[in-house]
C-alpha cells in the first residue's frame, strides 16, 4: 500500500533569528512570510514551511540536514557565506549524479545544496 506521507514543514532551532534569517534569505533566496515574538516561517518554492523558532540549540553532524535543490550552486555558495554561513564540503560531483556542497548555517546546522547535471 502506497503511503500518503508528506512531508509538512521543517522545524529548525536558532539561537537567534536575526542571525538565522539572512542566511536562508540571502543565501537561498526565500522571503520571510511571518514573524513573532521568538519564531518565523519561510516558505520553499515548492511549497514547504520552514518554520524556525529561538531556543537553546546545539548542532550536531549527526542531525538530519536540510537538503536543498539550487539552480548555479557555486553563486549560491557564495551568497551563503556573505549571509553569514560557512562551507563544509565544497562543490563536488557526486555518484548520483548531483553536484553538492555541505554547508553550516549560522547555528552550525548541517546543510546540503545540490545542483543536477
Known sequence: MPSSTVLHRAVISSRSLDAALPVYEVG???????????????????????????RPASASDAAVALTFAVDGLDRAIERW??????????????????????????????????ESP
Open 81 to 114: 557565506t556573505a549571509a553569514g554561513g560557512a562551507v563544509v564540503d565544497p562543490p563536488a560531483a557526486q555518484p548520483w549524479g548531483e553536484r553538492m556542497a555541505v554547508v553550516r548555517d549560522a547555528d552550525g546546522h548541517l546543510v546540503c545544496l545540490v
Open 28 to 54: 537561498l533566496g526565500l522571503a520571510v512570510e511571518a514573524r513573532a515574538d521568538g519564531f518565523a516561517s519561510l516558505r520553499t518554492g515548492d511549497g514547504l514551511e520552514l518554520m524556525f523558532h529561538e
